[in-house]
């Protein structure tokens, strides 16, 4: 059954998307204005080093769109922006996301993945619990991770039961977002649901992550760092395909459920790395020193706990609600490919910081 998300049109919503400004949010704030024209986006971001508003720089403030530039954790300023604008619903992504970050400073992930998760859950129960919602049902969709369930071995899939094991401080501080979100629905009735998704991949991927990092350092000729022996295996998704089924949990999941996204992609790191290099060498040509980009593949220290397998069952959000992934990953890697190569800028400032000045640019007056 494929989905098609163009076609199950709802009609109004008013939406906080957290972190919209990130990665995953980005993306998922441009399918909202293809597919849910009527819906109005107020985009809470803090724009950390992670945040870039050159992503969303093609879309205008006005009915449906509002950029917030604030921080997840500031009580008063969630508690406002709920009422001012009547939020019936809300998609929270944003969060420190880099696990190598995490190892060296936990610390600002559990504040803003922990502390702010708790901000943005009480301030939705103090705006959507004993109020009127005639014709709207509110909806608080919870962004997590398959690294809550910790690393499997060679064989079995993480299912919405599999006990949590998480072993990074990064997939520590999601687990514990995860568990205040199901509380506040046990506890308060708070209409909560969570989705753990696997790595994604696509456009406006910060290049700290495997492949625009990888895909980066290839075009430049650089060396291509894979952990320890480079057989440690994730399941990748492309991200539209991700943001497609946070709209059927929105729409069609229920209260107090978790669904599990995965690709049913498994590739060990270093398959990643190669396929990369070998589109990379048919794209544009060997690396600047005339050789195969695979040469420049250099195996470095592991990451300390390094989790070596993440898998993914999405047989609950496949017979529930009809989502599968749509995007094959050889094109998926491919369209990932032409987006940075098309846009070779957005990378280039990100190197040289001037990204960082969109918000003075764009704000300031
Ligand atoms: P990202 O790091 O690209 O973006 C995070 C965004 O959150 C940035 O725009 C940043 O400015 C914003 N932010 C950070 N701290 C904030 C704060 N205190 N207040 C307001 N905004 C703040 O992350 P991403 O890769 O887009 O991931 C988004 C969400 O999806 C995260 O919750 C992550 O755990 C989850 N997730 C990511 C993946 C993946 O592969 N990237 C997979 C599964 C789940
Ligand atoms: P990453 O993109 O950081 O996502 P996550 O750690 O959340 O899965 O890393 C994906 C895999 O690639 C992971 O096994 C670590 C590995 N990796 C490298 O081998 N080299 C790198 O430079 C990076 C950033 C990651």
């Known amino acids: 059954m494929q989905t098609e998300i163009v076609k ?29 024209p009527t819906w109005r986006v107020v985009n809470l971001d803090a724009l950390t080093y992670a945040g870039n508003l050159r992503n969303l720089q093609a879309i205008s403030e006005g009915e449906r769109y509002r950029f917030v530039h604030g921080d997840i954790c500031d009580q008063p300023l969630v508690n406002a922006l709920l009422a001012e604008e009547g939020v019936d619903t809300v998609v929270h992504f944003a969060a420190e996301s880099h696990v190598d970050k995490s190892i060296t400073g936990p610390g600002e992930f559990i504040r803003t993945n922990v502390t702010g998760t708790f901000t943005l859950l009480e301030a939705a129960r103090r705006h959507w619990l004993g109020g009127e919602w005639p014709g709207r049902k509110p909806c608080f969709l919870h962004v997590s991770t398959d690294e809550v369930y910790g690393s499997l071995g060679p064989s079995g899939l993480f299912t919405e039961t599999t006990p949590y094991d998480p072993r990074s401080p990064y997939s520590a501080s999601k687990a514990s977002s995860d568990h205040l979100a199901r509380a506040y629905f046990h506890t308060y009735g708070l209409p909560v649901r969570i989705t753990n998704c696997s790595n994604n991949y ?79 060498d048919e794209k544009v040509g060997l690396a600047p020193s005339g050789r195969p980009r695979r040469s420049l593949i250099t195996f470095v220290r592991d990451r300390l706990g390094h989790d070596r397998r993440y898998a993914i069952d999405a047989g609950k959000i496949r017979a529930e609600l009809g989502w599968e992934p749509k995007m094959d990953f050889a094109r998926g890697m491919e369209l990932t490919i032409d987006w940075y190569l098309a846009n070779p800028e957005w990378v280039a400032e990100i190197v040289n910081g001037a990204y960082r000045d969109y918000y003075e640019a764009m704000y300031s007056h």
């Open 8 to 36: 199950n049109m709802e009609n109004k919503r008013v939406i906080l998307v957290t972190g919209g400004c990130g990665f995953i949010g980005a993306n998922f704030v441009h399918l909202l204005q293809r597919y849910r």
């Open 202 to 280: 696509g456009p406006y991927q910060f290049p700290e992550k495997l492949i625009p990092l990888v895909l980066n350092n290839a075009l430049h000729g650089r060396p291509l760092p894979v952990y320890g022996d480079g057989r440690n295996v994730r399941d990748w998704l492309y991200v539209q395909d991700h943001c497609e089924a946070i709209v059927e949990v929105l729409e069609k999941g229920r209260d107090g459920e978790s669904y599990n996204i995965g690709g049913n992609n498994e590739k060990e790191n270093i398959e990643v790395v190669t396929l990369l290099c070998d589109l990379l």
